[in-house]
């Protein structure tokens, strides 16, 4: 086994072939510079994450711009399809993996997670030292796999958090599919890289440098500005986390300016390192939304059953209070009032069958918004 590393000042892309049954083949495109080949037989940088390897469902998308992802199908085929596709945040560097899968495993939808494996930590799949062929070619792939599944446009989500959550919204509204779900983006993208990830920056820009920053700050305004109006932007971002004033705020600002629906979940005491705890029960209900097509706006919520006890767990937006009905097959069996309180727990009656809760949001302005969980 071995490993090949590339280092290029300019956009470079490796493709391999299978020559004969022992051989392959390396072919390296681009475009000039500087070039660094390193053939690795030891030490390898990439984290082994079982890629392509048989079993592991794995599928890899072939072209110009090649890279990997899983696609896991809905429960049943009977019901009306619908697709939601999730982008990674980054990862350590040479550590490519995907978010949320454990979390959004089952249910009757399509949902493709897709590999962000350029560069050391990704490009957001989005630019290759100034070329954008990355983003092309992940809008292809995005639009054909629609296509194969059959799905209406109005019935696809994508989701991501941090810089998956960039990724969903830049190609959201590019396709203009019908929702995308963010946690914390990063909606100016080089001013966020400077201070924090220069080397991906570096890789996506050319350089690390003020310019380079402001520079890919305006190309991602410029594709929210070029995007379809259609797609509904859901952001949920803590009331901790620096990314609410420097990015959600001027992203709902332009979003808002240029005829977006735009939302904002400010979560009290979030910080940026706990936005994908928060943020995977966020798109676990907004999973449930899109398979019965209600688009209620939920919080995000854990339901739990233990033998006759039910618990329940919100995480309310800022400044809102709740009030929970817990919900029989034939009856509301409890009534909680509007209160501050987050975790709310039941007893239920013997041989209970399964129940659910219906949650009302309340807010300073006093309006009421609600909606109703999964059965446990």
Same mark, same amino acid.
């Given at each position: 086994?071995?490993?090949?590393?590339?280092?290029?000042?300019?956009?470079?892309?490796?493709?391999?072939?299978?020559?004969?049954?022992?051989?392959?083949?390396?072919?390296?495109?681009?475009?000039?510079?500087?070039?660094?080949?390193?053939?690795?037989?030891?030490?390898?940088?990439?984290?082994?994450?079982?890629?392509?390897?048989?079993?592991?469902?794995?599928?890899?998308?072939?072209?110009?711009?090649?890279?990997?992802?899983? *696609?896991?199908?809905?429960?049943?085929?009977?019901?009306?399809?619908?697709? *939601?596709?999730?982008?990674?945040?980054?990862?350590?560097?040479?550590?490519?993996?995907?978010?949320?899968?454990?979390?959004?495993?089952?249910?009757?939808?399509?949902?493709?997670?897709?590999?962000?494996?350029?560069?050391?930590?990704?490009?957001?799949?989005?630019?290759?030292?100034?070329?954008?062929?990355?983003?092309?070619?992940?809008?292809?792939?995005?639009?054909?796999?629609?296509?194969?599944?059959?799905?209406?446009?109005?019935?696809?989500?994508?989701?991501?958090?941090?810089?998956?959550?960039?990724?969903?919204?830049?190609?959201?509204?590019?396709?203009?599919?019908?929702?995308?779900? *963010?946690?914390?983006?990063?909606?100016?993208?080089?001013?966020?890289?400077?201070?924090?990830?220069?080397?991906?920056?570096?890789?996506?820009?050319?350089?690390?440098?003020?310019?380079?920053?402001?520079?890919?700050?305006?190309?991602?305004?410029?594709?929210? *500005?070029?995007?379809?109006?259609?797609?509904?932007?859901?952001?949920?971002?803590?009331?901790?986390?620096?990314?609410?004033?420097?990015?959600?705020?001027?992203?709902?600002?332009?979003?808002?300016?240029?005829?977006?629906?735009?939302?904002?979940?400010?979560?009290?005491?979030?910080?940026?390192?706990?936005?994908?705890?928060?943020?995977?029960?966020?798109?676990?209900?907004?999973?449930?939304?899109?398979?019965?097509?209600?688009?209620?706006?939920?919080?995000?919520?854990?339901?739990?059953?233990?033998?006759?006890?039910?618990?329940?767990?919100?995480?309310?937006?800022?400044?809102?209070?709740?009030?929970?009905?817990?919900?029989?097959?034939?009856?509301?069996?409890?009534?909680?009032?509007?209160?501050?309180?987050?975790?709310?727990?039941?007893?239920?009656?013997?041989?209970?069958?399964?129940?659910?809760?219906?949650?009302?949001?309340?807010?300073?302005?006093?309006?009421?918004?609600?909606?109703?969980?999964?059965?446990?």
């Amino acid at each position: 086994m071995a490993e090949l590393h590339v280092e290029s000042t300019s956009p470079a892309a490796v493709t391999v072939s299978e020559l004969s049954s022992q051989h392959q083949g390396v072919q390296l495109g681009g475009y000039g510079g500087e070039l660094r080949i390193d053939l690795r037989f030891d030490r390898f940088l990439l984290k082994d994450r079982g890629v392509g390897k048989p079993g592991g469902g794995w599928r890899r998308h072939e072209s110009g711009r090649s890279f990997n992802y899983i *696609l896991d199908s809905p429960l049943s085929d009977q019901l009306p399809k619908k697709l *939601l596709v999730v982008f990674s945040a980054i990862g350590a560097e040479y550590d490519f993996t995907f978010n949320y899968r454990a979390t959004l495993e089952g249910g009757n939808l399509s949902r493709a997670f897709v590999l962000d494996d350029f560069g050391r930590q990704g490009s957001y799949y989005w630019v290759d030292h100034g070329d954008d062929s990355i983003f092309l070619e992940t809008q292809r792939f995005l639009s054909n796999l629609v296509n194969e599944l059959g799905v209406d446009l109005g019935d696809v989500m994508f989701a991501g958090s941090s810089k998956g959550g960039t990724a969903a919204l830049l190609h959201g509204v590019t396709l203009g599919v019908g929702r995308v779900l *963010l946690g914390a983006p990063q909606y100016r993208v080089g001013d966020y890289l400077l201070n924090a990830a220069p080397r991906i920056l570096s890789f996506m820009a050319g350089e690390a440098s003020d310019e380079s920053s402001r520079s890919l700050n305006d190309r991602a305004k410029e594709i929210l *500005l070029r995007g379809q109006r259609r797609t509904v932007i859901r952001v949920a971002v803590g009331s901790g986390d620096h990314h609410l004033v420097s990015h959600v705020v001027p992203l709902s600002e332009d979003a808002w300016a240029a005829g977006y629906n735009v939302s904002s979940l400010i979560l009290p005491g979030v910080p940026h390192s706990k936005i994908g705890w928060v943020f995977k029960h966020l798109l676990a209900a907004e999973a449930m939304d899109l398979e019965l097509g209600s688009w209620q706006d939920p919080l995000p919520y854990a339901l739990t059953r233990s033998g006759e006890t039910v618990t329940l767990r919100c995480w309310p937006a800022e400044g809102e209070k709740v009030a929970v009905h817990l919900v029989g097959k034939k009856a509301v069996l409890e009534k909680r009032p509007y209160s501050d309180d987050v975790e709310y727990s039941f007893v239920l009656p013997p041989n209970e069958g399964h129940v659910r809760a219906r949650v009302f949001r309340r807010d300073d302005s006093n309006s009421i918004q609600a909606f109703t969980t999964h059965w446990a």
